[in-house]
């Protein structure tokens, strides 16, 4: 079965949101929506999420689901206004959210608020679990190496791949988060270069590298062929040596602090202080 796929760009983090349906059903998920959020103004806004709301209701879609495919650190997550707008819908991630809560809970004090047990999730996905978006079947995938919680969903002929593999340029994601393990990444991949070579795969991150446009669809096959990191014919040691020699170079994410506080709340900001004003907590030294 073949989903429709609608593919969203936030040019601000480089981020891909996606609206997958059956269009026989109407039936429809939202994958890895932002919350824009102006760091200089410390001011957020529904600007991308709104398109995806028009795209719904453009279409007549009936959102069932809003799936992230793991506590992003790059961006906020805006599940919680869009769950307002699709109140039938039900928030999805991987079981390992508890583990993501667990680990940076004491960097951010987090109080009573934040469960770390993933509560805030309607639904908490183990590896293999199914369900359904119409009449497509979909399965989650465990995608761990880059976050302990990242999982990719198969719907249908498509795999959201989360941050795992990029477009074949621009080859994997970052593994030196906490719980994250390049070896653990490359067993993750060899896992979805299993699937069928012409299996579609939808990425979650494109930075336009090299003046090309962005671009968030490509094969499996075509990664197999083309994936600047890790091939089919590249071994675990090659990849592992590559992967941590990059990492090594690379800055923090701009936006880390701010995202994991909302994204580990589902979504959610923290609650108002007693003046009425939300902050987020910046911890020194820490991450
Ligand atoms: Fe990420």
Known sequence: ????????????????????????????????PVLDFDAKAARTTHDSAQKLVDHVRANDLDVRWLLETHAHADHLSDAQWLLEQFPGAT??????????????????????????????????????????????????????????????????????????????????????FPNADAAMLYRTIQSFYALPDDTRVFVCHDYGPNGREVACETTIGAQKRDNTHLRADTSEAEYVALRQARDATLPMPALILQSLQVNLRAGALPPPSGNGVRYLRIPLDRV
């Open 1 to 32: 079965m073949r989903p429709d796929v609608a593919a969203f760009h936030d040019p601000a983090t480089g981020t891909w949101s996606y609206v997958v349906s059956d269009l026989a059903t109407r039936k429809a998920a939202i994958i890895d």
């Open 91 to 176: 928030l999805g991630i991987g079981t390992g959210i508890r583990q993501t809560q667990r680990s940076f809970a004491p960097v951010f004090e987090f109080g009573d608020d934040v469960a770390l047990d993933g509560s805030q999730f309607g639904r908490l996905f183990e590896a293999g679990d199914r369900f359904a978006i119409g009449d497509i079947d979909a399965e989650v995938i465990a995608a761990p190496g880059h976050t302990a919680d990242c999982v990719a969903y198969r719907i249908g002929d498509a795999l959201f791949c989360g941050d795992t593999l990029f477009m074949p340029d621009a080859g994997t994601a970052r593994t030196d």
